[in-house]
């Protein structure tokens, strides 16, 4: 197996946004804002090599929405998908598998693209299948009012219609061992319905894809919980459930979201559970 850092695209959002009722002054400390109250936010995905299947876990925002959509992101860098899987020595046709972690436009927009006349969506990686959950299918088709601008159907109905479509199984607890794609799936609930984290076996490690369940190393401490979230309470318990886990079983933690730290671990002190070590996918990939 080997794995690679794909770099879909930076942007950013509001710092109170995404650290929710906790004061700037602190968050501002490990996430430091613009004048615009903004923070440097990656899409980070990982693309899995294993045997004869590439899968690529989430796609970022793609590129088929409005100049206007795109300008309340304030873009940033160079990066994008095909970029990151050509410095790889891949193709976006050679993705086998698209593992979609949850349906917000920032995890699942590069998966549809216009067609070639611009008259209609189609999916982005044609040989792949893509996955999700019927629970958060679900939910995100028939979205609450909350959700609905991050959920959007030209990112989403586009794959039920290409046939490409495919739902693991759920768990009976939280974590779903021995899953289709060859690795164990932590299912949170507190961002959106049934978000999916990965948890990878990779060598002597297990990386553990965060999504939102932990956008970057400044929302370690508990109460740091997005305003984005749904159910704030849950993703408390959730985060107290999983940074237990990565402190007692020393999880290598995959960033998503954090434009300036890639992978961390972390470990138990006095104030809790806090960052341990920093590393870049350079260090443990290679």
Not at 272 to 280: E, H, N, Q, S, W
């Amino acid at each position: 197996m080997n794995l690679y850092p794909i770099n879909a695209g930076n942007f950013k959002l509001d710092g109170g946004a995404m650290f929710g009722v906790v004061p700037k002054s602190l968050w501002t400390r490990t996430n430091p804002s613009d004048a615009n109250n903004m923070i440097d936010i990656a899409a980070r995905c990982l693309l899995i090599e294993d045997g004869n299947r590439l899968i690529l876990i989430d796609t970022g925002m793609g590129n088929k929405q409005s100049d206007k959509f795109f300008g309340y992101y304030f873009l940033w860098g160079n990066d994008t998908i095909d970029n990151s899987l050509k410095a790889h020595g891949f193709h976006r046709d050679d993705i086998t598998d698209v593992f979609m972690t949850h349906l917000h436009f920032d995890h699942c927009g590069g998966s549809v693209q216009w067609n070639n006349d611009r008259t209609g969506y189609e999916i982005a990686f044609k040989n792949a299948q893509f996955w999700s959950n019927k629970n958060h299918w679900q939910w995100a088709t028939n979205p609450n009012n909350r959700e609905k601008a991050s959920f959007l159907k030209e990112n989403i109905l586009p794959i039920e219609d290409s046939g490409h479509l495919k739902f693991t199984s759920l768990p009976e607890s939280n974590i779903l061992k021995n899953s289709e794609l060859g690795f164990d799936i932590f299912f949170a609930n507190g961002h959106t319905e049934k978000q999916m984290i990965p948890m990878i076996q990779y060598k002597d490690k297990t990386i553990c894809f965060m999504a939102d369940l932990l956008p970057t190393a400044g929302h370690i401490p508990l109460p740091f919980v997005m305003g984005y979230d749904t159910r704030p309470l849950l993703t408390l318990d959730e985060k107290e459930k999983f940074l237990n886990l990565a402190a007692n079983n020393n999880y290598y933690l995959f960033l998503e979201h954090d434009a300036h730290n890639e992978i961390i671990t972390v470990q138990h002190t006095e104030k809790g559970v806090r960052l341990k070590d920093v590393y870049t996918t350079y260090d443990i990939f290679n």
